[in-house]
């Protein structure tokens, strides 16, 4: 297969799809209209400034969060290149309460975060679109809640693209991590990160440090712990935090704390795209008991603590935390 710097990522797909065993059917039409969305919010989002495009909607989503009408624009945009695309049985967004039906029958449900970071777009600070694709359980009938239901470890191809200084997309279909910078002149997203790995030792860690007053001690300390050896980087958008520590070298971490005591970020639309890029790109995830990608999800929008990065820091958070959790 080309693996060449510049190669396409549709061209890129098209070859690994040819190798891929879960890969029936239609999965280069459900990425290339997902990524046409994508360069459509990327323009929407460049522009916000002079598009009207700013600031809240007045609104409040399914999760109780104040919707950002780039919040809407994103969301209306990927799903409607996903209700008529042939391989897409169904869509879950963080934005909607139940799930999508689309107009045809498929091998995939697609689930999407489609503007990850709201809190920064106002303020021109890097922002992104998550998604992952798992395998529809049935052909023949019709899909429900509950077959979103999946474990990371189902997913067939989990990416994110990040709207920052460039526009980029990193992306696995279960064979390694790849990142492709849109060349804004073709609009072509073109290789430019083939095999991306986290670099180690870690030199960063990111956590929000302003809910130290609601964290656990073993938290406090592990917090401290991680301090001694690394510089703290926070942007507050998911991808652009992972994107960071993922090319930079670092840990991310969404501990528990007592506002939100299961965590704040979502298991199927934020969670298991992380949770599969970082473990094929040599790192892993935990929830501080289990893999991110073993957790079995109960509820479309359940949400989880999440710790990411290299293996030897997440082995060792996962260590001080089982004091948290004996205690
Ligand atoms: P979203 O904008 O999709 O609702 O996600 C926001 C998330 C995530 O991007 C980020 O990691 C986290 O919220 C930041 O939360 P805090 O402001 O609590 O640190
Ligand atoms: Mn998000
Ligand atoms: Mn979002």
């Known amino acids: 297969m080309s693996i060449e710097i510049g190669t396409s990522v549709m061209e890129f797909i098209a070859a690994q799809q040819l190798g891929h065993p879960q890969a029936k059917g239609r999965l280069t039409l459900v990425l290339a209209n997902i990524l046409a969305g994508c360069q459509f919010i990327h323009r929407q989002v460049n522009n916000a400034g002079l598009a009207g495009v700013l600031g809240a909607t007045g609104g409040i989503n399914v999760q109780g969060e104040e919707v950002q009408k780039l919040d809407v624009l994103a969301r209306n945009t990927l ?3 996903l209700i008529p695309c042939e391989g897409v049985a169904a869509i879950s967004t963080e934005e909607d309460e139940g799930i999508i039906l689309s107009t045809t029958p498929g091998n995939y449900l697609t689930v999407l975060d489609p503007l990850d970071g709201s809190s ?3 303020v021109n600070v890097s922002v992104g679109t998550i998604f992952s694709i798992l395998p529809c359980p049935q052909f023949d009938r019709k899909v429900q809640p509950q077959d979103f239901l ?5 997913q067939i191809a989990a990416g994110y693209v990040i709207y920052g200084s460039g526009t ?3 992306m696995t279909l279960g064979n ?8 804004t002149g073709s609009g072509l997203f073109l290789l430019s990160h083939p095999n991306i790995r986290f670099p180690r030792p870690s030199k960063y860690y990111s956590v929000n440090e302003g809910n130290r007053h609601s964290w656990d001690p073993v ?4 917090i401290f712990e991680l301090s001694r050896d690394r510089s703290a ?3 507050g958008s998911l991808v652009a935090d992972f994107h960071r520590n993922l090319l930079a070298g670092g840990v991310f971490l969404y501990p528990p704390d007592s506002k939100s005591p299961k965590g704040k970020l979502r298991c199927l639309s934020e969670l298991s795209t992380m949770a599969m890029i970082a ?9 501080g008991r289990e893999s991110t990608l073993n957790h079995m999800p109960t509820a479309l929008h359940e949400r989880a603590p999440f710790y990411v990065g290299p293996p030897d820091d997440i082995a060792l958070i996962e260590a001080r935390l089982a004091e948290m959790y004996q205690g």
């Open 79 to 81: 799903v409607n290149h």
């Open 120 to 122: 920064n777009i106002d």
């Open 150 to 154: 999946q474990p990371g470890k189902n």
């Open 168 to 170: 980029m997309l990193v």
């Open 176 to 183: 390694g991590v790849h990142g492709f910078t849109l060349d």
């Open 219 to 222: 938290i406090l300390r592990l």
């Open 233 to 235: 980087r926070y942007i």
């Open 279 to 287: 473990e094929q790109a040599g790192g892993r995830s935990s929830n």
